[in-house]
């Protein structure tokens, strides 16, 4: 748990447009919001991500896979990127890359990730396309705890959208990223205020302001 004197330090990882780190940015500016991005760090030299880290001031690092024997290699460095500025959580923000167990066991409980659909829902690439394919009449955003799989572990916060007839796979993504939006930033807000628990498979969100009632030894707090 951190207080507004010390925020939590957030190392984010992005590969493309930066949308969700954008809203991010704009939450950490906010007073009294109890986190700040230390590093953003990409996998794609162009990443726009990068441009937006820059021009708040973030610092952004490209490190490029290609400069790595393996995948093991490549994660061990990102964790020396994260560790090096103390980062205390790392936010998946459209990182288009599956994190190795070595990555997960180093920052384990301790990795957030946003996908666009109601998990355990389309996991995976393209799960808006995926939602309109099988004609769901909603789908939404999920904000989840990062665990070996892809897009498995254990849910923080989700908000759901309706899915219009004549939506396109654009038109239901910008409604979903809207609500991306919005629950990556107070997912982050919970854990950096210390009041998210995991429990198995379920995230327990305490209320603000209520203090921690003692969990037990097999719950571990985020
Ligand atoms: C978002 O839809 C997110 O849910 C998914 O990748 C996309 C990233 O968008 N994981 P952006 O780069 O944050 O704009």
New binding site residues.
């Given amino acids: 748990m951190t207080s507004a004197a010390t925020p939590l330090g957030l190392g984010v990882l ?10 991010i940015l704009e939450a950490c500016a906010r007073p009294g919001f109890p986190a700040r991005v230390v590093v953003v760090v990409s996998d794609r030299e162009r ?3 990068l441009d937006r880290a820059r021009a708040a001031g973030v610092e952004a690092r490209f490190v490029n896979p290609k400069d790595f024997p393996d995948r093991e290699a490549y994660d061990l460095a990102l964790v020396r990127e994260l560790e090096a500025r103390r980062a205390g959580l790392v936010c ?5 890359r599956i994190l190795t167990a070595g990555f997960v066991r180093a920052y384990a409980g301790r990795i957030l ?4 659909s109601l998990l355990p829902a389309f996991p995976g690439l393209a ?2 396309r995926q939602a309109l394919e099988y004609g769901v009449k909603l789908a939404g ?1 999920t904000v989840h705890v990062v665990d070996e799989g892809v897009d498995t572990g254990p849910v923080v916060l989700q908000s759901s959208v309706p899915v219009h007839p004549d939506d396109t796979e654009e038109s239901l ?1 910008a409604r ?2 809207v609500e ?2 919005r629950l990556y930033p107070e997912a982050i807000r919970l854990f950096a205020e210390g009041r998210l628990t995991i429990s198995g498979r379920k995230v327990v969100v305490r209320a603000a302001g209520r203090p921690g009632a003692g969990a037990p030894a097999s719950e571990a707090s985020l």
């Fill in positions: 992005a590969s493309g447009r930066g949308s969700n780190l954008q809203a990443a726009q991500a998946l923000a459209g990182f288009m990730n946003v996908h666009p799960a808006q955003a993504s979903i990223l991306e939006h």
